[in-house]
């Protein structure tokens, strides 16, 4: 089985393209989702314990979290320390599903995918892009984002130029949703997925 790594910088169309990769029958593992997940069940009880407060009825609040984490890196390393290992368990495990139901490729939908080392993970990497203009323009229409958060959100992932130069594949999304499927259907086709 062909393990295969999507990524992307912020307003790419990372998450339009993961859908699209489920559509062609690809096994789709979503990192978001799964800490979303682990912060509503086993995440919680431990985030609590490291950060006191941060636990509202059994699940995290993200923004008391986020206000005793962010600009303090020691904290955000213990944050780290306590979720990584939790959400590396459950993508093992969707592989390992996904090799048992004879899957001849599996996706891993990875935001942080080169900052994070997790390349080393996958057989074949996905970039999705867009220019510069776009990108901007597509993050600036999503709620509560201004030009500061989309500068410090961008600061902290690797710049889309390398991620392009180090994929396997790139994904065009600015010509629409037909051209992304089309993109899409090639690469699957390619490995052998379809």
């Known amino acids: 089985m062909i393990v295969l790594g999507l990524t992307g910088s912020i307003g790419m169309g990372k998450s339009t ?3 699209m990769f489920a559509d062609e029958g690809v096994p789709v593992h ?3 989702a799964a800490v979303h997940l682990l912060y509503a069940g086993r995440a919680a009880p431990l985030i609590e314990s490291a950060f006191p407060g941060t636990v509202i009825d059994g699940t995290v609040d993200r923004a008391a979290l986020g206000a005793k ?4 890196p020691a904290a955000m390393n213990r944050l780290e320390a306590i979720v990584h290992p939790l959400v ?9 599903a996904a090799r048992q139901s004879g899957a001849p490729l599996a996706l891993l939908d990875i935001p942080l995918l080169y900052e994070t ?3 080393t993970r996958c057989d ?4 999705v892009s867009a ?3 776009i990108q901007r323009e597509r993050v600036l229409r999503r709620p509560g984002m201004s030009e500061e958060k989309f500068a410090a959100i961008l600061a902290k992932q690797v710049q889309d130029a390398e991620k392009r130069a180090r994929a396997d ?3 065009d999304t600015s010509d629409g949703f037909d051209a992304t499927r089309t993109a899409v259907k090639a690469v699957v086709a390619e490995l052998g997925g379809a």
């Open 17 to 19: 393209a993961a859908a």
């Open 69 to 72: 984490v962010l600009n303090d």
């Open 131 to 133: 220019p510069a203009e």
């Open 88 to 96: 590396r368990a459950e993508e093992e495990a969707f592989l390992e």
């Open 30 to 32: 979503d990192a978001d």
């Open 124 to 127: 074949k990497i996905v970039v």
């Open 169 to 171: 594949f790139v994904i």
């Open 117 to 119: 080392g997790a390349e």
